[in-house]
T-cell receptor, first 109, second 117 residues
Framework: DAKTTQPPSMDCAEGRAANLPCNHSTISGNEYVYWYRQIHSQGPQYIIH???NNETNEMASLIITEDRKSSTLILPHATLRDTAVYYCIVRVEEGKSTFGDGTTLTVKP | EAGVAQSPRYKIIEKRQSVAFWCNPISGHATLYWYQQILGQGPKLLIQ????????DSQLPKDRFSAERLKGVDSTLKIQPAKLEDSAVYLC???????????????FGPGTRLTVL
């Protein structure tokens, strides 16, 4: 599975959009981009995934660049409850999930 | 829908002792995963089961760790003997299927926090 690179930490003001970047320059054509988040003392929670096209669900939007070498997770209106560690993972459908150390997002009032 | 259940939630043992963790996945989920998460790091996959067969155990320290998934449902992870560096949170996750689907969302349990003294 391709390796991902994420900034170790980011801050965001409550109510503003949080944009979390992820680099995956060695991604293969059959690898999906997944995002999970982990709130303190809980197990990771799935957020969203995509292959080529941008995706949106009730939690977030995922923007994947045309060359698929990077992506951005967007939380449109961050709340204090969005403070968590966010993991970007690339994997094939049947492949294992290799978690890096993620980005710690702190939403501030 | 009930989530992934794990027990115990906390365990403290001394080094060289044995310990076992239990996981009950979401009903109907074919794939079960065990992860080790050391403080400050992301989860590391230890073993992946598809029904009751092992798909990937390449990162499982087989000299001291073992896992089984009897009847393709519940699973246990055992450490014998434990070392200080085994102190971590052990997460169990399950998913509906490992292949053939468009995606493979993993549902995680709350984890078991192990402290080895």
């Amino acid at each position: 599975d391709a390796k991902t690179t994420q900034p170790p930490s980011m801050d965001c003001a409550e109510g503003r959009a949080a944009n979390l970047p992820c680099n995956h320059s060695t991604i293969s054509g059959n690898e999906y981009v997944y995002w999970y988040r982990q709130i303190h003392s809980q197990g990771p929670q799935y957020i969203i995934h995509g292959l080529k096209n941008n995706e949106t669900n009730e939690m977030a939007s995922l923007i994947i660049t045309e060359d698929r070498k990077s992506s951005t997770l967007i939380l449109p209106h961050a709340t204090l409850r969005d403070t968590a560690v966010y993991y970007c993972i690339v994997r094939v459908e049947e492949g294992k999930s290799t978690f890096g150390d993620g980005t710690t997002l702190t939403v501030k009032p | 829908e009930a989530g992934v259940a794990q027990s115990p939630r906390y365990k403290i043992i001394e080094k060289r002792q044995s310990v076992a963790f239990w996981c009950n996945p979401i009903s109907g989920h074919a794939t079960l995963y065990w992860y080790q998460q050391i403080l400050g790091q992301g989860p590391k996959l230890l073993i992946q089961f598809q029904n009751n067969g092992v798909v990937d155990d390449s990162q499982l320290p087989k000299d001291r760790f073992s896992a089984e998934r009897l009847k393709g449902v519940d699973s246990t992870l055992k450490i014998q003997p434990a070392k200080l560096e085994d102190s971590a949170v052990y997460l169990c996750a399950s998913s509906l299927e490992a292949s053939g689907g468009r995606y493979n969302e993993q549902f995680f349990g709350p984890g078991t926090r192990l402290t080895v003294l």
